[in-house]
């Protein structure tokens, strides 16, 4: 919101402020809009829960981020090797393949 000293009571009631509220004085705040530019992000505002494994989690976390929004990461799988591999092994060599 920009205003001046003879509506900027008026304008922060209308908006509903509350504290807490920044205010900038003087020349410098007539470049909110151009500067403002983190605000015009496609995810701005935004919490995205990321429920990949941590180690493949970083990608999305920087995309999120990059787009403006706030990754949270809650990983809800672990990878990890199997304890025993006869009974995977076995059954790939079981398999057959046909290729068209």
Known sequence: MIGNLSNIVEKAELEKFSPPTISVVGKVASLGN???WFGKKPLSGKR????????????????ITDLGGEPLTFPTIEIVPPTQSEPMDESINNTSFSVS
Request: proline share 0%.
């Open 34 to 36: 151009r500067l403002a």
């Open 48 to 63: 995205i829960i990321i429920t990949r494994s941590l180690h493949q989690a970083q990608k999305m976390v920087d995309l």
